[in-house]
């Protein structure tokens, strides 16, 4: 198993110690695995995203996950994986965000902008510069995600909801080619439970 060690650490925002009833925004660690299964098994039907994710992790896929916390409990969930665009020379390495989760008590608080704009500083400092993500536009556009700047892009998920964000210079052509547990989740094709991590 591959473990990709995230610098998250250093690049947050200076954040004061966790207190009751505050939400505490972390880099994902090797401890959160179950938690986050159990978060995204509640948020989406079926267990596609918690076997997409451990595909991801188990894969060295990872590029950034972001964890937000309430006193030890994982209660919001981010994950941006390494997408490859293709056809150029040579081929461009950029992000896709997916999936991203807040438990239903605690939506409405602002925990998933928190993680998408905390998710977009770390994946700047880090030298990242495109961001895809396959989802809604009514949420994702208010971060700058949208469809405009997909359009030459050739992509399988080629719709309206598919959109991206750039942070710095990158390609507005190529394919897109998504890590294999995205392959595999449309496959169907779960990972046996000695393989998680
Ligand atoms: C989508 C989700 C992550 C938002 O989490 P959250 O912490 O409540 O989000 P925030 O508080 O930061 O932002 C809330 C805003 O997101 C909007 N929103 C929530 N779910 C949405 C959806 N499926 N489509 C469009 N907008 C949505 C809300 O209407 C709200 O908009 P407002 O600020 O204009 O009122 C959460 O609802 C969730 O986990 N849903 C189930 C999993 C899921 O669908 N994930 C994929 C997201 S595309």
């Not at 925990?111 to 895809?132: D, K, N, P, Y």
């Not at 359009?151 to 998504?178: D, H, I, N, T």
């Amino acid at each position: 198993m591959t473990w990709i060690k995230q610098p998250t650490e250093k690049l947050f925002s200076a954040e004061p110690e966790p207190r009751a009833g505050y939400v505490a925004f972390r880099g994902e660690e090797r401890r959160d695995a179950q938690q986050i299964r159990d978060l995204l098994e509640a948020s989406f039907p079926g267990f596609g995203e918690a076997l997409l994710v451990d595909r991801l992790r188990h894969d060295g896929d990872m590029v950034l996950s972001l964890v937000a916390e309430d006193q030890g409990i994982v209660v919001g969930y981010i994950v941006f994986s390494r997408l490859i665009i293709e056809g150029l020379e040579p081929a461009f390495r950029a992000v896709a965000l997916a999936p991203l989760a807040v438990y239903t008590e605690y939506q409405q608080q602002g925990i998933a902008t928190r993680l998408v704009q905390e998710g977009h500083a770390c994946l700047a400092a880090l030298g990242e510069t495109l961001s895809v993500v396959l989802g809604e536009p009514h949420f994702y556009g208010r971060f700058g995600y949208s469809n405009r700047r997909v359009a030459r892009f050739e992509s399988e998920y080629q719709s309206p909801y598919l959109m991206a964000l750039s942070f710095g210079a990158a390609p507005a052509e190529g394919r897109l080619v998504y890590p294999p547990a995205f392959k595999a989740l449309s496959e169907n094709a779960p990972l046996q439970a000695d393989d998680r991590v």
